[in-house]
Structure formats: structure tokens, C-alpha cells
RNA sequence: GGAAGGGUGGCUGAGUGGUCGAAAGCGCCCGCCUGCUAAGCGGGUAGGUGGUCUGAAACUGCCUCCCGGGUUCGAAUCCCGGCCCUUCCGCCA
């Protein structure tokens, strides 16, 4: 969430972002709850002021003559402090609805036809063969299975199988050693379910719960993303400055019920309940923030860059960009097969906005006071997509797939996926 | 799931109704001393949120001893509920 303090003094920056994010923020609404929580704050406190003293002058000199009005105070006190309670109260709900701003070179804009494409790597596969898609590709060689994960679970749902399913594990080892050998990050295996304070804390709540799984009877959701527990892994700390930038890698599977994605993408391993991700996730100190999201960028694409897969980066809209983020960047892989790009990516920058949620802090240097850390996440990657493009890239004319150089040492033995176990 | 004990500042750890936002120690900061990063001496050092103020600084109010209620003029301290931790038992992978 965004400082009030803040608020209070750049109400038209705050308007504005929401605005372009296509947000509703309650600004006026705020401002108006937050001006009279402070004034009812005042009398309260002016009220409990007088009691403390008289408090104090009891202690020592047990005066009996002074209680009736020390009960008379204290009474008008409780009441005040109530009244200021409920407003304080409203105020944080307010508060929680507010998105945050976001960075200058963010582009302005509405939809995604707005965002920017900010570089390419590599081109469009050209194939003397009529491509396939992935879900083709999958279940004629029978290592995806989308009929029978339906009669389990639902749709939206999938069975990996064989070389497929060998293929997803392939290829979480492969990004997590990368990220951990070579991009110098901490590998963490988290709870992947998280209660309702973490889920607050990284902004899934209170504005996006339709979106998650909750379990029934107990306080506790399934996570839709690492991130969640991840960037909450420090929550009510105090770091120490020398500890910073702290890395964080992360493989998770992730949860998502689809809500408002009817009939979207609704064939194929590309947006299902339930997929596998690794998710970086860094705290770093505010100055180091921006150019912490370029380097996580970077190291998201060096996956794509091992694979062979074309890809393009691009700088998300105002219109198109998270509740919570300062600045986000998307990594689109090539699916020769659909014939589009895919997300694999998303990159954020959330300045502190999370970790005031989350109560993450550290301090500067000795006897400096407490500062909030900066937040950054990305996917590097998700798997479901990363997946197809690999089938989809490397597909031959004989049904089998090519095994990319970069996954050879995680399949030994297998140089085709050509449907075997 | 049953029993017992426990959650206090950056850390360790005292504190069972008022002069306690809280002893002591560690750490850290400032100064002194010692002819060389140690020891010693003195002082300082929680967070949050308001107010005064153009602002900073400074001063000042209130809140915070896991969370939420309650008792009381007054709660770190007493009572109730919750969460978490430790140990023992049970169960289980």
C-alpha cells in the first residue's frame, strides 16, 4: 500500500495512477476518512492525555479525591477512542484499495495493444513442414493428456506423461541451476499454501480473491504464484542492510481458479488451475530497485536465450499493469505452432508498496531508522508455456521433438522426445 | 489430538497491578583515554502515528511488551479466546 503521508501530499499523482491503471481508487473518500480519524484522533488522545496525568499523580499520592474524575475521563476517553478506532479502521480498508503509482517511463495506455515492445531476440522459426501445436504434438505422443485430467479434476486441468512429464522436470532443474550456479540466487522450497496476512501482504487480497483457491474451514489458500510466500518470507523483520539485495529462487507449482477468463484459452497447456513455475524474487534497498527489475528481466530471459526460443520483452502500459506494480516487463515466447506469442514471463517492480503490507524492513546502517525494502519478482519461468514453445520450436517433421542442447544433461539419454517413458 | 511450559526492544534476557516503553548484558553511535582496529571510562541508542512549524531540526501528545476481547481510575503483569514456539505422549509420511 502507498504511505498516506504520501497520499495526503500528492493526492493528484495517486488520482491519476489509478486512473491510467484503470483502477477504482477511493481517493476523496480516503482523504475525507483519514482528515476526521485525525481530528477524533486529537480529541481522544487530548482526552487520555488528562488521564495519564492524573494517572500518574494516583500512583504515587493515592489521592482518593481525584478518582471520580479519572473515571469520568476515562470513560470519555474509551468512547472517543472508539469512534477514532472506526475511522482508523475505514481508513485502513481505504487504504487497501488504493493502487500503487507507478514509474515515468512506464507507457501510458489502456490495453495491451499499448505496450511496448522494447527489444526481440532471435526470429520466427521458418519450418519446410506444416507446424503443429503443442496439444497436437502432446497427445499424439502421448505424453499430454487433457481428456483424462478433465474426468479427474475438471478442465483446465492436464496429465503430463513419460517424456512429457520428464520434460517439465528437465526443465525446472535446468532454470533453477541456472538462476542458483550462475545468477547467484538462494533456492527455496516454500509453502504453497499461505494464510489470509501473506496473501494481504504481497496485495492478492483484499481486492483479488476470486482468483485464488481457498480451503474450506481453515485460514489458509493455495498460492498462486511463489511469490507469495516468498516475498513474505521476511515479514515483520528487521534486515540488516549488509544482508541485501537478498535472491530468492523459487519452484512451485501455482493455483489459479481462471475467474474471469471464460472460454479463454481454453485448449491446450496454456492456462490451466494449476501449472509449475520458478519465480525469482528479490528484496534490495529502494535506491537499488530499477535497476534490480532490468537485471531480474535479464536473467528471465537468459532462460528463453538457453532454449533457442524467440522471444520479445515488453514494457507493460499503465492500462495493463498489476494493482501493485511500479513498473512490470513481459516476456513473450514465440509458439510457431499457435502461430503467437505467449506470456512466459512477468517481471515487477512493486517499490515499497508490498513490503509496507508486509512489514519488511531493514535498517540503512547503525542507528539509522527502519526503512522498507523494495520488492522485485519474475517468473524465470513459467513452465506450461515455456513447454510448448520447446515442442512447438523444436518440432520435427516426424512428430518427435528435439531435445534443446540446454536440457540434453537433465534427459540423458533421451536426444527425441519421440513418446517413450 | 492430549499434557506442561513459553512468546518482552536489532539480539539475549529481567520484570506479577501505578513512579515501566520496560533492569541488565550484547550490538551499534558519540566522546575520553591509551603512541598503532583491543581493553577501560562516560554518555547515547525501540517502533508506529499525530500536533506545533513554510520545511528541516527541535519540542510535544498518543499507541505499541504475539494477536483480539475483558476486569480496573490504571495492565507487560490479572481473566477469556486465538495464533505460534518448545518438551513429553499419541498419530502419521
Not at 390 to 399: A, I, R
Request: net charge negative; hydrophobic share 40%.
Amino acid at each position: 500500500m502507498l504511505a498516506m503521508e504520501f497520499i495526503r501530499a500528492h493526492p493528484d499523482q495517486v488520482r491519476r495512477a489509478a486512473a491510467l491503471k484503470g483502477e477504482e481508487a477511493p481517493v476523496d473518500q480516503l482523504l475525507e476518512v483519514d482528515r476526521r480519524w485525525r481530528e477524533m484522533t486529537a480529541a481522544a488522545e487530548t482526552s487520555r492525555a488528562e488521564q495519564n496525568a492524573l494517572s500518574k499523580q494516583f500512583g504515587s499520592s493515592r489521592e482518593q479525591t481525584l478518582l471520580p474524575r479519572m473515571r469520568e475521563l476515562s470513560a470519555q476517553a474509551k468512547a472517543l477512542i472508539a469512534q477514532a478506532d472506526a475511522l482508523s479502521r475505514e481508513r485502513d480498508e481505504l487504504l487497501l484499495q488504493i493502487p500503487n503509482v507507478f514509474h515515468e517511463t512506464v507507457p501510458i495506455g489502456a490495453t495491451a495493444d499499448d505496450n511496448v515492445v522494447v527489444r526481440e531476440w532471435g526470429t520466427q522459426p521458418s519450418f519446410g513442414f506444416t507446424v503443429r501445436t503443442h496439444y497436437d504434438i502432446g497427445e499424439a505422443l502421448g505424453i499430454m493428456d487433457f481428456e483424462r485430467a478433465a474426468r479427474v479434476a475438471g478442465s483446465r486441468f492436464a496429465f503430463l506423461k513419460g517424456e512429457g512429464a520428464r520434460l517439465e522436470r528437465a526443465m525446472v532443474q535446468f532454470m533453477l541451476d541456472l538462476h542458483t550456479r550462475e545468477h547467484g540466487y538462494t533456492e527455496v522450497l516454500a509453502p504453497f499454501l499461505v494464510n489470509t496476512a501473506a496473501m494481504f501482504g504481497t496485495g492478492q487480497l483484499p481486492k483479488f480473491g476470486d482468483d485464488a483457491f481457498r480451503v474450506q474451514g481453515r485460514d489458509l489458500w493455495l498460492i498462486p504464484t511463489a511469490e507469495v510466500p516468498v516475498t513474505n518470507l521476511h515479514r515483520e523483520e528487521m534486515l540488516d542492510a549488509a544482508q541485501l539485495p537478498l535472491n530468492y529462487v523459487a519452484y512451485s507449482p501455482c493455483f489459479r481458479s481462471e475467474a474471469g477468463s471464460a472460454g479463454k484459452d481454453t485448449r491446450g497447456y496454456i492456462r490451466l488451475h494449476q501449472f509449475s513455475k520458478v519465480e525469482l524474487v528479490k528484496l534490495v534497498e529502494p535506491d537499488a530497485s530499477l535497476g534490480a527489475l532490468e537485471e531480474l528481466t535479464g536473467q528471465a530471459e537468459e532462460v528463453l536465450r538457453r532454449l533457442g526460443l524467440h522471444y520479445r520483452v515488453l514494457s507493460m502500459c499503465t492500462g495493463d499493469m498489476g494493482f501493485g506494480q511500479y513498473k512490470k516487463y513481459d516476456l513473450e515466447a514465440w509458439a510457431p505452432g499457435l502461430g503467437r506469442y505467449l506470456e512466459v514471463s512477468s517481471c515487477s517492480v512493486f517499490s515499497d508498496f508490498q513490503a509496507r503490507r508486509a512489514n519488511l524492513r531493514y535498517r540503512p546502517g547503525p542507528g539509522e531508522s527502519p526503512r522498507y525494502l523494495h520488492t522485485l519478482n519474475g517468473s524465470a519461468l513459467a513452465l506450461t508455456r515455456t513447454l510448448d514453445c520447446v515442442l512447438e520450436t523444436y518440432q520435427q517433421p516426424d512428430g518427435s521433438v528435439t531435445v534443446p542442447d540446454a536440457l540434453r544433461s537433465y534427459l540423458p539419454g533421451v536426444d527425441y522426445l519421440r513418446g517413450g517413458v
